[in-house]
């Protein structure tokens, strides 16, 4: 599927009386404890079809102090990935960042995820720290991709 991301797509920031597309928060995070644990301290964006309801991606952005924000999570709908989706979803948040007033986004993604990482990397982020046994801390049960058992969480910042 071709597609004119800025003609066909646009942004909503989620109210508390929306439904949240958690099937989408899923493909990025392991569990509903772990979405639970930020979805309602943080802002929440869709990006639809102008022509449809239904989100197509979403991402959660969580003020961390005056200056910095986070990527509490970004997932694109599998039928829209590999079509730069991702990439324009980078371009919102930072605009989105900058009318916070904000001048850093953070984002983390584990260690050994080479296609995510390098995904951040080629929209702007630098490596810029580790949270070290972040997965077996933070999640009740082990959580494998691709057969490796994920411990490490790499964190990627962006400077705006």
Not at 110 to 130: L, Q, T, V
């Given at each position: 599927m071709i ?5 066909s ?11 949240i597309p ?5 493909l990025a ?12 301290d943080?802002?929440i964006y ?10 197509v991606?979403?991402f959660?952005?969580q003020l961390?102090n ?15 990935q ?5 990439s324009?979803?980078?371009k919102m ?5 900058m009318?916070?007033g904000r001048?850093i986004?953070w984002v ?15 929209n702007?982020?630098?490596k810029?720290?580790?949270?070290k ?6 999640y ?9 058992q ?11």
């Amino acid at each position: 599927m071709i597609l004119d991301i800025e003609k066909s797509l646009r942004i909503e920031r989620k109210t508390s009386t929306d439904s949240i597309p958690f099937d989408l928060l899923l493909l990025a995070d392991e569990t509903m404890e772990a979405i639970d644990r930020y979805v309602n301290d943080s802002d929440i964006y869709v990006a639809k079809q102008h022509n449809s309801c239904n989100p197509v991606a979403v991402f959660v952005l969580q003020l961390l102090n005056p200056v910095e924000i986070e990527i509490k999570n970004i997932a694109v709908a599998e039928n829209f990935q590999g079509n730069g989706v991702g990439s324009w979803l980078i371009k919102m948040i930072r605009q989105i960042a900058m009318q916070y007033g904000r001048a850093i986004i953070w984002v983390g993604t584990p260690d050994c995820a080479s296609r995510e990482i390098s995904f951040y990397e080629k929209n702007g982020f630098k490596k810029a720290g580790m949270k070290k046994n972040f997965f077996i801390d933070n999640y009740p049960d082990p959580i494998f991709d691709n057969g490796v058992q994920l411990t490490d969480m790499v964190m990627l910042k962006m400077e705006i």
